[in-house]
């Protein structure tokens, strides 16, 4: 069973270098400017840059590679979550553009050029960084789109720029029918995701009136059914439940 978790890069590579094809027929599409970033273990996407000397500068997330059963159904799911929900999105500023659907397990968008914060030193970051960050966050919510997973310093990414930008949309859900306090517990978690990120990483402190909100929220979160997120949970599951095998 240790092999179902194994993937065939190489046979990966020629799938997406043939969607790729597919896709930008008037491109000069070359596996030799297919980088790979991340190889993706089991329900995990592998995760290629595609980048030439023209103007194509891709990322691309590939589920295609994982055992059936995954890419059956999340592989789908979350190519399908991500891909909607940043087409949903595109007029935010801090969220990247070009999302296309290369099959059901596969999507490309434009490569962000920058660092996660994560990458970053502690109190390196200047104070407006997170003030663009909370705002185009704020204008996310007004889509009914939460994120639910920016307190992972590795789903922000500062530009070469300068600029802000949210990554992996996975676990983010819709909460335009969800009753008028889920909405607001769901959308202040992503805010003290913000504000989190800001404490880490930022050259100043963070205000009292938003200090105030993160220690408030700490305490709803202790209690938070969601806290974690089922999804990962299941995955977790699923990876031990192979590994027995």
């Known amino acids: 069973m240790k092999l179902l978790s194994e993937k065939n890069i190489n046979k990966i590579k020629t799938k997406v270098i043939?969607?790729?094809?597919?896709?930008?027929?008037?491109?000069?599409?070359?596996?030799?400017?297919?980088?790979?970033?991340?190889?993706g273990k089991f329900a995990n996407a592998t995760v290629f840059r595609y980048k030439d000397e023209n103007n194509l500068?891709?990322?691309?997330?590939?589920?295609?590679?994982?055992?059936?059963?995954?890419?059956?159904?999340?592989?789908?799911?979350?190519?399908?979550?991500?891909?909607?929900?940043m087409l949903k999105l595109s007029d935010n500023p801090s969220i990247t553009k070009d999302v296309l659907f290369l099959s059901p397990y596969t999507i490309s968008f434009k490569f962000i050029e920058g660092k996660a914060i994560k990458e970053l030193g502690e109190k390196e970051i200047p104070k407006d960084f997170f003030i663009t960050l909370?705002?185009?966050?704020?204008?996310?919510?007004?889509?009914?789109?939460?994120?639910?997973?920016?307190?992972n310093l590795g789903n922000v990414i500062m530009s070469?720029?300068?600029y802000p930008y949210i990554i992996d949309f996975q676990s983010s859900i819709s909460t335009k029918h969800l009753p008028k306090k889920l909405r607001k517990i769901l959308r202040a978690s992503d805010l003290t995701g913000v504000y989190k990120c800001w404490q880490?990483?930022?050259?100043?402190?963070?205000?009292?009136?938003?200090?105030?909100f993160?220690?408030?929220?700490?305490?709803?979160?202790?209690?938070?059914?969601?806290r974690g997120y089922p999804i990962r949970r299941f995955?977790?599951?699923?990876k031990n439940r192979f590994k027995k095998s």
């Open 214 to 226: 993160f220690n408030d929220f700490k305490k709803i979160r202790k209690l938070w059914p969601l």
């Open 18 to 39: 043939d969607m790729l094809k597919n896709s930008y027929p008037k491109e000069n599409i070359e596996e030799k400017n297919l980088l790979l970033l991340h190889e």
């Open 57 to 85: 500068d891709l990322t691309i997330k590939d589920f295609s590679g994982s055992p059936w059963i995954i890419r059956k159904t999340l592989g789908r799911i979350f190519v399908n979550i991500e891909g909607h929900t």
């Open 200 to 212: 880490n990483r930022c050259c100043e402190p963070l205000d009292e009136e938003r200090e105030e």
């Open 235 to 238: 995955i977790r599951h699923m």
């Open 160 to 162: 070469k720029e300068g």
């Open 134 to 151: 909370e705002k185009n966050v704020t204008e996310m919510h007004k889509k009914n789109i939460v994120h639910l997973d920016l307190r």
